[in-house]
């Protein structure tokens, strides 16, 4: 993990807003660089700013990271990530994408983002298991993610 993320990121709880969407069966999926190692493979999302409901926070966090807008369809589980110095409380919401066109957007705090893709089952799977988001270890399909509830430790 790159000094400059522990620094801006660490030693701290941070709420995370981030949003599962799928488009032809393939879920969106951004690359982010220097997280873990080279590669990391998440979904959209990030921090709640004080004073920011969380369902602005997910949509802003979408339209920066891949130039899209959404709707937020509901809630559907959260997650609890601890890798000192990071910890992050990360609640998953089922979104639409209503417009826009799919591009690798920015980070405006730290330029982390490498690319936004939609990415078949088979891709995702390919992908290196420490260089995926771990909630994807349950899978990456619409018909199993959009399943889970409740809370998870990652």
């Not at 220097?34 to 926070?57: C, D, H, L, R």
Request: charged fraction near 20%; hydrophobic fraction near 40%; include cysteine.
């Amino acid at each position: 993990m790159e000094e400059e993320i522990a620094n801006l990121y660490g030693n701290r709880v941070r709420i995370r807003a981030c949003g599962l969407c799928w488009e032809a069966g393939k879920l969106l999926l951004v690359n982010h660089k220097g997280i873990k190692y080279s590669n990391f493979w998440a979904p959209p999302g990030g921090g709640v700013e004080f004073g920011e409901t969380i369902e602005t926070a997910l949509k802003r966090e979408f339209f920066e990271e891949t130039g899209l807008e959404i709707s937020v369809t509901r809630f559907a589980f959260g997650c609890e990530f601890i890798n000192k110095p990071l910890h992050a409380i990360e609640l998953f919401f089922l979104v639409q994408k209503v417009s826009g066109t799919l591009i690798s957007g920015y980070d405006p705090e730290l330029q982390l983002i490498q690319g936004a893709k939609f990415m078949t089952d088979q891709e995702i799977q390919a992908i290196s298991g420490q260089e995926q988001h771990g909630i994807l270890r349950f899978g990456s399909s619409e018909n199993i993610l959009s399943q889970l509830s409740g809370f998870y430790s990652i």
